[in-house]
């Protein structure tokens, strides 16, 4: 293989890491959007129309917000290696490097996701407070 | 007096309401004089800031604690802005600004938050709380109040109109509906608020602590006389509150004077059975408010005016 051509593979991989990056950067606020109309939804359904039973709809969506919070973990912990903070504050690298982006895009997903967890516990403290419907 | 057929002589209820009254003003009169320097206006029947029910006690006290959080993180973010741009003007190292942007910006405002809502959550469940047998169904018109009293393990109910009467130390259970278009009923010196669907039951619930007399509002936009919307709530000893349950359940007094024997025969003549009831009389009607011890009530019109035989007349 020419340099050249090991050059623009590399380009790509680099490429389809950042392009990843970004999808990562929106999961933690589409999953708080899909838990909060998840919650809401399925509370109404219960206590306006009646079709689920209230108790087992409360267990199930603090079950659901579990797994989101674990994600949400695993999420920002992949996010904070990303950013690697102990390397210095991105504003500090803002050459406008490969690195530089990739580094940026690990902080803005890991604050996105403490953002998203923060709203998550939230939209769940009525889930743990209020019992039922009334 | 066409009309005095209608008052039945003053039942317990009145009189107890009246006295419970003055005696609340004589009981409170010192606190109320001294709050009153200060802050003229807090007090009075429909004020949250003179609870008289647990709950309006509860959120009274929510109220004052974030009242006086507010002017606290104001005096101290006023403090601090002073602070950094008269007193040290120069620049924070780097490490002291981050720390001060993560405790500042992200974990105090969480933490803070998170608390209030704790706290907010936690006080919902106490204003739904269950009743201890006594229900009061309340139906919102335009724009007066459908009431309705039962008690659990008592056959039938009693019906009334544009008044809430309630014993105190216990918590009554309250179920709302609407016709039409959607109300909120609201004593604000008792507790919360609720709105009432059309087609839908709503449920509060409401312990008075102090016996008085409170008034309560429709607090959600219902049409041209929303803001004339109102009832009196009468918080009343329980003994006193049995009393007047089981007086307000009697049929209309028959007319002992010969006044009272005319305003019968006028209103019966006028036609006012088609829309009003007067129970223990041939009028039925379902329209407007059920007027069997109107004259026992505190006010007409739904809180509009005194209930004084000149303001029945009109």
Known sequence: ???????????????????????????????????????????????????????????????????????????????????????????????????????????????????????????????????GCR | MPFRALISPPLAGLAAAQRLSFQRIRGRGLRTTAAALVLSGCSGRQSVLDPAGSDAQALFTLFVSLLVGAAILWVAMNGLFYWFTRRSTGTLPERSGRMLILFGGVIAPTVVIGAVLLWGLSLLPDQRAPGDGLTVSVLGEQWWWRVEYTMEGVEGSVVSANEIRLPTGQRTDLRLTSDGVIHSLWVPALGGKMDMFPG?????????????????????????????????????????????????????????????????????????????????????????????????????????????LDNIER
Request: glycine share 10%.
């Open chain 1, 1 to 131: 293989m020419t340099d050249q051509g090991h050059q623009t593979n590399q380009d790509r991989k680099e490429f389809s890491d950042e392009a990843g990056s970004l999808w990562r950067i929106a999961l933690a606020p589409s999953v708080w959007a899909g838990h909060f109309v998840l919650c809401y939804a399925s509370v109404s359904l219960a206590c306006v129309r009646g079709l689920l039973p209230i108790e087992a709809t409360r267990l199930s969506l603090i079950a659901v917000s579990v797994i989101v919070l674990v994600v949400f973990v695993w999420q920002g912990w992949r996010a904070w290696r990303q950013w690697a903070p102990e390397r210095g504050h991105p504003s500090a690298l803002s050459e406008g490097k490969a690195e530089d982006r990739h580094r940026f895009l690990g902080h803005a997903t890991f604050l996105l996701t403490l953002i998203s967890g923060i709203a998550t516990v939230y939209t769940t403290l009525p889930l743990l407070l209020l019992e």
């Open chain 2, 200 to 308: 839908r039951e709503t449920r509060m619930s409401l312990e008075p602590v102090e016996p008085g007399i409170y008034r309560g509002q429709c607090a959600e936009f219902c049409g041209a006389s929303h803001a004339w919307m109102a009832f009196m709530a009468v918080a009343m000893m329980p003994e006193d509150f049995a009393t007047w349950l089981e007086a307000e359940a009697q049929d209309a007094a028959e007319p002992q004077s010969d006044a009272a024997r005319r305003g019968l025969a006028v209103f019966q003549a006028a036609g006012c059975g088609a829309c009003h009831t007067v129970r223990g009389t041939p009028a039925v009607g379902k329209v407007g408010p059920d007027l069997t011890h109107v004259g026992s009530r505190l006010t007409i019109g739904a809180g509009r005016l005194g209930a004084t």
